[in-house]
């Protein structure tokens, strides 16, 4: 497994650690200690995955053995499928937002940003999932 | 020019005229119907869309030769993915502006939520054509 996949595989069990959270968050909606609890976790969480992004970066930039043109078009074809899912999983959360609440009552903006954070985290989850089917199970002999 | 610069023009222009047209015609409409569907706005947003999802059959593939080639595909693949990004950070500011506009304890109403996905639309489509034609160049080629 080389480091890329290792980034990837961080980034999948931070992602679902942080969509677990908000399903929690989802679901026990009343209670204000759990929110803020989950919310406070996966705003970490968050940082986590900017910080691997990051590093991810600098692992691209730097080129070489580490990062090949083969690395680019799997990270590319991953960012893709993962912006795809952002946008699929925000019209869904609208939607299922609409069927809940209805046409003549009103939504708090903290409910936006709910919607947000949790197609944000799907971004990261799809991303680290394509990364790792494309790089293959067994790998096919990178070294990190 | 090539098909699919055509194609990349023709989104743009639909996609601007729509959003123009649909903001006057927001402008036209009483406040309280603005966010009530169906309206001229709904209607004007379904025929973008319908237009933009019809671009490759209105730009047809023409008998002779090859009209996507590695190229092209390193093209559209880099457009789409400026495109995507564009349409997660104009999402993102787009729940901001809703927050600066109704504030930390405001609300609003939720047919008011269906208008965030369309804007981010909206930019992915303008941004991927973008990116296209500056790709493709200014002259482009003849093929």
Same mark, same amino acid.
């Given at each position: 497994?080389?480091?890329?996949?290792?980034?990837?595989?961080?980034?999948?069990?931070?992602?679902?650690?942080?969509?677990?959270?908000?399903?929690?968050?989802?679901?026990?909606?009343?209670?204000?200690?759990?929110?803020?609890?989950?919310?406070?976790?996966?705003?970490?969480?968050?940082?986590?995955?900017?910080?691997?992004?990051?590093?991810?970066?600098?692992?691209?930039?730097?080129?070489?053995?580490?990062?090949?043109?083969?690395?680019?078009?799997?990270?590319?074809?991953?960012?893709?499928?993962?912006? #795809? $899912?952002?946008?699929? +999983?925000?019209?869904?959360?609208?939607?299922?937002? /609409? !069927? =809940? %609440?209805?046409?003549? &009552?009103? #939504? $708090?903006?903290?409910? +936006?940003?709910?919607?947000?954070?949790?197609?944000? /985290? !799907? =971004? %990261?989850?799809?991303? &680290?999932?394509?990364?790792?089917?494309?790089?293959?199970?067994?790998?096919?002999?990178?070294?990190? | 020019?090539?098909?699919?610069?055509?194609?990349?023009?023709?989104?743009?222009?639909?996609?601007?005229?729509?959003?123009?047209?649909?903001?006057?015609?927001?402008?036209?409409?009483?406040?309280?119907?603005?966010?009530?569907?169906?309206?001229?706005?709904?209607?004007?947003?379904?025929?973008?869309?319908?237009?933009?999802?019809?671009?490759?059959?209105?730009?047809?593939?023409?008998?002779?030769?090859?009209?996507?080639?590695?190229?092209?595909?390193?093209?559209?693949?880099?457009?789409?993915?400026?495109?995507?990004?564009?349409?997660?950070?104009?999402?993102?500011?787009?729940?901001?502006?809703?927050?600066?506009?109704?504030?930390?304890?405001?609300?609003?109403?939720?047919?008011?939520?269906?208008?965030?996905?369309?804007?981010?639309?909206?930019?992915?489509?303008?941004?991927?054509?973008?990116?296209?034609?500056?790709?493709?160049?200014?002259?482009?080629?003849?093929?």
């Amino acid at each position: 497994m080389n480091r890329l996949q290792k980034i990837a595989l961080f980034n999948l069990g931070v992602a679902m650690t942080g969509l677990g959270l908000q399903l929690i968050q989802f679901l026990i909606s009343d209670l204000l200690v759990t929110r803020l609890i989950a919310s406070s976790v996966t705003f970490i969480l968050c940082s986590f995955l900017v910080a691997s992004y990051i590093f991810r970066a600098k692992v691209a930039k730097r080129g070489g053995l580490h990062y090949d043109e083969r690395d680019s078009y799997i990270h590319k074809r991953a960012a893709l499928a993962g912006f #795809i $899912t952002f946008f699929l +999983v925000l019209f869904l959360e609208v939607m299922i937002s /609409l !069927s =809940i %609440f209805g046409f003549g &009552s009103s #939504i $708090t903006i903290g409910w +936006v940003f709910t919607i947000f954070i949790l197609a944000a /985290l !799907s =971004i %990261f989850f799809v991303e &680290s999932v394509t990364i790792l089917i494309q790089y293959g199970r067994e790998g096919k002999g990178e070294k990190s | 020019m090539n098909r699919w610069q055509k194609i990349a023009w023709f989104n743009l222009i639909v996609i601007v005229a729509g959003s123009v047209i649909s903001m006057v015609a927001v402008g036209t409409l009483p406040p309280d119907e603005r966010l009530v569907p169906p309206n001229r706005v709904t209607v004007v947003i379904v025929i973008s869309l319908v237009l933009v999802g019809m671009a490759k059959t209105i730009f047809r593939k023409s008998d002779k030769g090859v009209d996507f080639d590695e190229r092209d595909r390193q093209i559209h693949r880099r457009a789409s993915l400026f495109g995507w990004t564009g349409l997660g950070l104009g999402m993102a500011a787009t729940a901001m502006i809703c927050y600066l506009a109704v504030g930390p304890r405001g609300s609003f109403p939720p047919l008011a939520l269906p208008v965030i996905p369309l804007v981010g639309v909206a930019i992915c489509i303008i941004l991927e054509s973008i990116a296209a034609l500056i790709q493709y160049g200014r002259a482009g080629d003849k093929s």
